[in-house]
């Protein structure tokens, strides 16, 4: 069974600081990582990916988010927050699919990210 | 271009109403989805088609139908909801076993 956890229901971060935004994982074989943003009553919005490569990730709106192995983790960052990126943020891991681990996303409770002037 | 379209954005309907949830995407994808979504909540998934043909079904209750005509379109009639139904209704499309990319969602009210 796969598995993501997001250890923060809300992070709070004054703007022009630094922010991250925890997610670890569990999946059988080799994870497919996903970052997601959700603004109030809107649909979620995909932000950045983790398959293979590079454990650095880069994404959109200057968001990344690094692949630990050993730690199982999967942290979204941003190096100067804004008060535009308050919002709730879903973590999502998926299998390999055929060789091992659904191939359906499965999501983390969610973190409210919350950006104070 | 990576959008999924839904349609209504919003949507009030009597416990003995049926209407439809409609979903378009143009990317070619060939897998389908939709989520149910409480507030603050993560999505729910509720059916996945692969190929226009339904592959998961997560024990969701009958008053929901899914249905898919072809490949860009995906459809969720209602029939008998309860108040409890109402939710955040995400359709979302994938290729093969790649990214998800979700519509922004039909706010379900029933009453």
């Known amino acids: 069974a796969q598995s993501v956890a997001q250890p923060e229901d809300q992070v709070n971060v004054a703007e022009g600081n630094p922010l991250t935004v925890k997610c670890t994982y569990s999946?059988?074989?080799?994870?497919?990582l996903f970052w997601y943003v959700q603004y109030p009553n809107r649909g979620l919005q995909f932000l950045l990916k983790y398959i293979t490569g590079d454990n650095l990730v880069k994404g959109s709106y200057g968001f990344e988010a690094e692949f630990n192995k050993s730690q199982t983790s999967f942290h979204l960052k941003k190096p100067s927050a804004l008060v535009s990126d308050s919002a709730l943020y879903f973590c999502?891991?998926?299998?390999?699919?055929?060789?091992?681990?659904?191939?359906?996303?499965?999501f983390g409770r969610g973190t409210s990210l919350i950006v104070h002037p | 271009d990576t959008e999924v379209t839904q349609t209504p954005k919003h949507l009030v309907m009597g416990m003995t109403n049926k209407k439809s949830l409609k979903c378009e995407q143009h990317m070619g994808h060939r897998a389908m989805y939709w989520y149910k979504q409480k507030a603050k909540k993560p999505p729910e998934l509720m059916f996945v088609?692969?190929?226009?043909?339904?592959?998961i079904n997560e024990s969701v209750p009958s008053r929901f139908s899914p249905e898919c005509p072809n490949s860009s379109l995906l459809n969720l009639h209602l029939h008998a909801l309860q108040p409890e139904d109402s939710a955040l209704y995400l359709c979302a499309s994938s290729q093969d076993l790649g990214t998800a990319f979700f519509g922004q969602g039909t706010r379900l009210t029933v009453v």
């Open positions: 999946v059988s074989g080799n994870p497919y």
């Open positions: 999502a891991v998926r299998g390999p699919g055929t060789t091992g681990g659904s191939y359906i996303p499965t």
């Open positions: 088609y692969s190929y226009e043909k339904l592959s």
